[in-house]
């Protein structure tokens, strides 16, 4: 074994199948986002609606808005992003912490920078299957510290979802899924399964790799890698800089997808119901008729 090799046996390894760089575009107040999944050439990558690098200074960022239907992840990179929303649920997510919201029926929240600076981190959304979009809003949410970190041969990663290198994170995934945030070392190599059947990717944010064939090209920052079929991800460090890029992965759901901007449901009839539903404050938007979050109150003249 070379120096750096995080090895397990793989029959079949994942090719990459498309490559996208995710360009910076406008959304929310102000805040920069870099969108590789649920933009024009990829709308959907089953289960996964949405991928987005973002970054926000000042006083940009995301005010009230409403979700239903999906799971938003948000994984905090730099500086930190108050939340809140209109069950009174309320709280800041720092650098390294992690936020698994379940929208379901339906949420409002805001989602703004604390403090000065600039303020970097990532978010996905994940498509919940037809019996699970209607369930009651959840949160689980864990700080930097209680994320498994594990470290072998010059490859450490971060479980935020799913198991790798024996740890299991403890977030439940209603849609399964695995999301990993790895740190390669200088002319190491990654082993990580995935299981067959689910569809999964690679986001790069620091350095350049080599993913899925050792002669392929290396790639930098801010690309997507969509892998084909197989049984796991094969990837090296073949630069003298340290290289970081998480891998997601999840179950398809084979449903069909009704979405206009947050809402996501199965059938067009669900989706006007649920604008419905929003507009006249019923069917879990009760809590939305009087409701402002305080960043949004602090700002009135």
């Known amino acids: 074994m070379s120096r750096g090799e995080h090895s397990c046996e793989l029959q079949r390894p994942r090719q990459v199948v498309r490559k996208f760089l995710a360009r910076p575009q406008h959304e929310g107040v102000g805040a920069v986002v870099r969108r590789s999944i649920g933009r024009f050439e990829l709308r959907y990558f089953d289960p996964f609606l949405a991928f987005d690098e973002f970054s926000i200074t000042g006083s940009a960022g995301f005010p009230d808005h409403p979700h239903r239907g999906f799971e938003t992840v948000t994984y905090i990179l730099q500086g930190a992003i108050m939340h809140e929303d209109f069950a009174g649920h309320k709280g800041t997510i720092k650098a390294g912490d ?74 439940r995934t209603r849609t399964p899924t695995m999301y990993l945030d790895f740190t390669l070392s200088p002319s190491s190599r990654l082993r990580q399964p995935v299981p067959p059947t689910w ?38 460090n073949k630069s003298g800089k340290l290289l970081r890029f998480v891998v997601v992965g999840g179950e398809s759901l084979e449903e069909p997808v009704a979405q206009l901007g947050p809402f996501v449901m199965n059938t067009e009839e669900e989706l006007d119901r649920t604008i419905q539903d929003y507009e006249l404050h019923i069917n879990g938007f009760e809590k939305a008729r009087y409701w402002r979050s305080e960043a949004m109150v602090r700002q009135d003249p």
């Open 199 to 236: 569809n999964s990717f690679v986001y790069v944010l620091e350095g350049e790799g080599v993913f899925g064939r050792e002669g392929s090209s290396p790639v930098g920052p801010h690309n997507l890698l969509l892998l084909g079929h197989g049984d796991g991800l094969e990837a090296w």
């Open 98 to 171: 992690l936020q698994w919201m379940t929208a379901g029926k339906g949420i409002v929240h805001s989602e703004m920078p604390a403090g000065q600076g600039t303020h970097k981190g990532l978010q996905l959304w994940v498509n919940l299957s037809s019996q699970n979009k209607m369930i009651e809003p959840k949160y689980q949410e864990m700080q930097s510290k209680d994320i498994a970190t594990v470290s072998r041969d010059g490859v450490e990663v971060r479980v935020i979802a799913g198991e790798c290198m024996g740890v299991k994170s403890p977030i």
